[in-house]
């Protein structure tokens, strides 16, 4: 509230929030109507997944959703390529659910 984040974001940019608030919501409190904006409970997505809040993973399918940048099916090679099967099967099912929950305003 006191640091103005979203000061460089102009109207193509797209703002990824960790929150479980509305997207509208978070808008307002922002104080900002340039770009889109997205919300995702990571923290809790990664806690019911992973049992830890780590929620990168969550994040980066909230990217993925909000950019297009990525396929998930490029993480899910990905993942299993770099970590053992059961840390990718974990991982990949914290970015799809996030990936499906991400909200937009």
């Given at each position: 509230?006191?640091?103005?984040?979203?000061?460089?974001?102009?109207?193509?940019?797209?703002?990824?929030?960790?929150?479980?608030?509305?997207?509208?919501?978070?808008r307002?409190?922002?104080?900002?109507?340039?770009?889109?904006?997205?919300?995702?409970?990571?923290?809790?997505?990664?806690?019911?997944?992973?049992?830890?809040?780590?929620?990168?993973?969550?994040?980066?399918?909230?990217?993925?959703r909000?950019?297009?940048?990525v396929?998930?099916?490029?993480?899910?090679?990905?993942?299993?390529?770099?970590?053992?099967p059961?840390?990718?099967?974990?991982?990949?099912?914290?970015?799809?659910?996030?990936?499906?929950?991400?909200?937009?305003?």
């Open positions: 509230k006191t640091v103005p984040v979203t000061s460089g974001v102009n109207e193509n940019g797209v703002i990824i929030i960790n929150s479980v608030e509305d997207p509208r919501e978070v307002k409190t922002l104080k900002t109507e340039k770009g889109t904006l997205w919300t995702i409970p990571a923290t809790q997505i990664a806690i019911k997944i992973l049992g830890m809040p780590i929620t990168n993973t969550a994040m980066l399918g909230t990217v993925a909000a950019t297009n940048l396929s998930l099916n490029s993480i899910e090679i990905t993942l299993k390529e770099r970590f053992r059961d840390l990718a099967e974990k991982n990949f099912a914290v970015i799809k659910q996030a990936y499906n929950e991400a909200k937009q305003e």
